[in-house]
């Protein structure tokens, strides 16, 4: 409970901050967006890992603020990255469970997207398949809506969670995220199947799909030979702060 309270106390005082990590396309090499992913600096400077703060954000509610800021942020560097022509670069962003059962979520996105004037497609949220473990109704009419605004929607994580194959067709996806756990052995024989499968899938289903985690130029070798899309992972670029983001975009495109 107490790093609750440091957590709103921190929030409230801005030392949240938005990271990039860049993704790529896998044949040009060139950036064609980032994800974007929460960082916690605490007053003595250490960095808190969202996955110790984002399930106790999501436990106290803290998640609906965070995650509107987390909106307007990425939207900001939308327009920003427009402003310096960098007009087809995507802004993916994290949306949990919470989230979706508020009943303005739709609207305070949209609100963001006017606020900014960016174009709707360069805002992705990632979804992951265990925000259809109850209501799955209420986020299918929600992600339906966003969808309908231009925004568009990717499946994280594929393939980890809890729900089952027949809601990838009832969802609005645009893109398919292959896990980081199918990618770590791709490159050994017989390890790639889950992996292969998935891109396949998301081939077969018109998705883009997008291999996350990539750490070495074996995977990234064995990724060409299924032609998957695109790719990010440490082998490219770690998350960073908005300055660095906009230094390696300038450099890989
Ligand atoms: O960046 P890192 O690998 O440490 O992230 C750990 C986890 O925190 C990941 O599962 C990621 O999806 C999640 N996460 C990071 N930023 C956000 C965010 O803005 N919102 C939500 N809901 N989750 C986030
Ligand atoms: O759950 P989600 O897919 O949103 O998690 C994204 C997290 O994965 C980010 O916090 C990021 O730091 C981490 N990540 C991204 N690329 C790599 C990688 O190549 N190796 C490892 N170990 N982690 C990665
Ligand atoms: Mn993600
Ligand atoms: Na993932």
Not at 14 to 29: A, D, K, M, T, V
Not at 57 to 81: F, H, M, N, R, T
């Amino acid at each position: 409970l107490g790093m609750i309270r440091q957590l709103r106390t921190d929030f409230a005082e801005n030392r949240l901050e938005l990271w990039y990590q860049p993704q790529l396309n896998l044949n040009s090499g060139k950036v064609i967006g980032a994800e974007a992913l929460l960082r916690w600096r605490t007053a003595d400077g250490q960095f808190i890992s969202p996955a110790v703060f984002i399930p106790l954000a999501e436990y106290s509610g803290l998640i609906i603020e965070i995650g509107d800021w987390v909106i307007k942020q990425a939207c900001k560097q939308i327009k920003s990255l427009e402003k310096q022509s960098f007009n087809d670069v995507s802004i993916s962003v994290n949306v949990s469970i919470p989230q979706f059962k508020r009943e303005n979520f739709v609207s305070s996105i949209i609100d963001a997207i006017k606020h900014y004037q960016v174009n709707p497609s360069k805002l992705e949220l990632e979804i992951t398949e265990n925000i259809l473990m109850d209501e799955p109704q209420i986020v299918i009419d929600a992600l339906n809506q966003v969808k309908a605004e231009g925004i568009s929607i990717a499946l994280d994580d594929f393939g980890t969670g809890y729900s089952s194959l027949s809601y990838l067709q009832k969802l609005p996806l645009d893109r398919l995220k292959v896990d980081r756990s199918f990618v770590i052995d791709i490159a050994k024989p017989g390890q790639s199947i889950i992996a292969d499968t998935i891109i396949n899938l998301g081939k077969q289903m018109d998705l883009k799909v997008i291999a996350e985690g990539i750490e070495d130029k074996d995977q990234e070798a064995h990724l060409k030979s299924q032609a998957c899309d695109e790719v990010q992972g440490f082998f490219y670029a770690k998350p960073m702060p908005a300055d660095e983001f906009l230094a390696f975009l300038k450099n890989n495109s």
